[in-house]
């Protein structure tokens, strides 16, 4: 199975997601994870071995709901997901900090992008498993960790909208400079994807490009459970 999703993966069309991400700063992807899968991702969630930390959200004032960050190994079928979307991510990032006037510094290989984490304290896996019930909800927020952080994530639904849980859509919240800021409200079907900035994202203006600061975050729950994925890509210290 991690080899099929692996070449599910590789087969979307990365052209187009590359320029969306340019044009619009992030990108959906179809249903890379199908029911089955998105079914035993979920069944996990009471397994405490395979995690490290869980988050009561509401203790921290972050929303209202609970996430269980996994534990070194993670699981093959994260692992895959993790490994299969950097190389493209992490050409994307290199051409925004090129944007910015910076330097290409991100490698090709997640692998080598994670040594660099490590050195610099960084080593806890940040992968993550999300629940919300009804009421629930998430506070826009970043997901930086520590000096050293990777410009893209990557979140999965993994419950049905409209027959396991209603509302909670994604939110992602975008500031401009010396301006007003812009909101996007992303619907995912089961086992559907979003690739998304996790801290900012160049914008092409008069005078070049600027920084625009982005913030996620997902709508209350009107009923029912909703479960996701996320991906991360740097370690956590």
């Known amino acids: 199975m991690p080899n099929r999703l692996s070449e599910r993966i590789a087969a979307l069309d990365w052209a187009h997601l590359q320029r969306t991400l340019d044009e619009q700063g992030y990108a959906t992807l179809p249903s890379i994870l199908e029911p089955d899968q998105c079914e035993d991702i979920i069944a996990t969630y009471s397994d405490d071995a395979l995690f490290r930390s869980t988050i009561d959200m509401a203790r921290y004032r972050f929303g209202i709901g609970q996430y269980r960050y996994y534990q070194a190994p993670l699981p093959p079928l994260l692992q895959q997901l993790r490994e299969s979307f950097y190389p493209e991510l992490a050409k994307a990032a290199n051409r925004w900090l090129g944007q ?62 409209e027959i396991d849980y209603t509302g909670g859509e994604f939110l992602l919240l975008e500031q401009r400079p010396r301006a007003q800021s812009r909101g996007h409200v992303i619907t995912l079907e089961q086992g559907a994807g979003l690739i998304f900035p996790t801290n900012h994202r160049p914008v092409a ?30 370690d956590a210290k």
């Open 100 to 161: 910015l006037g910076g330097a290409a510094i991100y490698p090709a290989a997640l692998s080598d992008f994670l040594d660099h984490c490590h050195q610099h304290g960084q080593s806890r896996p940040t992968p993550l498993l999300l629940k919300y019930e009804a009421g629930g909800y998430n506070c826009l927020h970043q997901d930086l960790y520590g000096e050293v952080y990777f410009p893209f994530q990557v979140v999965f639904v993994l419950s049905q909208k």
């Open 205 to 234: 203006g008069a005078r070049g490009y600027y920084r625009a600061t982005l913030r996620h975050g997902v709508s209350t729950i009107t009923a029912g459970n909703r479960y996701s994925l996320g991906i991360i890509f740097h």
